[in-house]
Every structure is written in structure tokens, then in C-alpha cells.
Nanobody, 123 residues
Framework: QLRLVESGGGLAQAGGSLRLSCAAS????????MGWFRQAPGQEREFVAA????????YYGDSVKGRFTISRDEVKNTVYLQMNNLKPEDTAVYYC????????????????WGQGTQVTVSS
């Protein structure tokens, strides 16, 4: 069964950077996508970014466009989220997720989730 393991969260100051990683336990399928979501206390899970594994198309939530970059390493079977110019409102638990087919922004489209990694941005 596919497992996703996130790492790289932690504490950063506003304006700083962090890079999250998400390693998949099994080799990638031909057609699938990986996404990053985040959830702050008392809020719904929010779409952050997604990437189509084979086509390399990327998609971003409006709140992170121009600051975050999603990428993947096919050899390492890992997806990354580079987060620059962090803001206190980026504070949340970040989750990576897997879905068959093209990238989507609805969490319900994703069938496998990692355990989450905490990102805290201080002002």
C-alpha cells in the first residue's frame, strides 16, 4: 500500500524559506498527480500546489502564487514544496497527497495522504 512521508517542516521567520519533502514508498504510476494542502487550526484544508507527475504541469493556490514552487524527482520518487517569502498566515500543518489522473484542487480527489508536517512562521 502506498505511503507518503513528509519532512522539512519547522519554524521560520517572516520572509524566510523552508523546503518540504514528500517521499512515496512505491514507484510512481504512469498517470498520477501529487499535491500539497495545508490546514490551520479551525480552518478547512486548503489547496496549496499540485503537479502532474509525467507532464510536469503545476498549479498553485492564489495565496501562494509567486512564493511557493512545487517540483518532483522521479528517481527519488519525491515531491518538494519550496516556500519562499513566508508569511505568518502560512502557518499550518502541511500535507502531501496522491491521486490518479490530472491534478485537482479538491482534497476529496486525493486518495492517499501523508501524516502532515507543521510549519510555523513568526512575525
Amino acid at each position: 500500500q502506498l505511503r507518503l512521508v513528509e519532512s522539512g517542516g519547522g519554524l521560520a521567520q517572516a520572509g524566510g524559506s523552508l523546503r518540504l519533502s514528500c517521499a512515496a514508498s512505491e514507484r510512481a504510476w504512469t498517470t498520477h498527480s501529487m499535491g500539497w494542502f495545508r490546514q490551520a487550526p479551525g480552518q478547512e484544508r486548503e489547496f496549496v500546489a499540485a503537479i502532474e507527475w509525467r507532464g510536469d504541469s503545476t498549479y498553485y493556490g492564489d495565496s501562494v502564487k509567486g512564493r511557493f514552487t512545487i517540483s518532483r524527482d522521479e528517481v527519488k520518487n519525491t515531491v518538494y514544496l519550496q516556500m519562499n517569502n513566508l508569511k505568518p498566515e502560512d502557518t499550518a500543518v502541511y500535507y502531501c497527497a496522491f491521486e490518479f489522473g490530472p491534478p485537482g484542487q479538491d482534497p476529496g480527489e486525493y486518495g492517499t495522504w501523508g501524516q502532515g508536517t507543521q510549519v510555523t512562521v513568526s512575525s
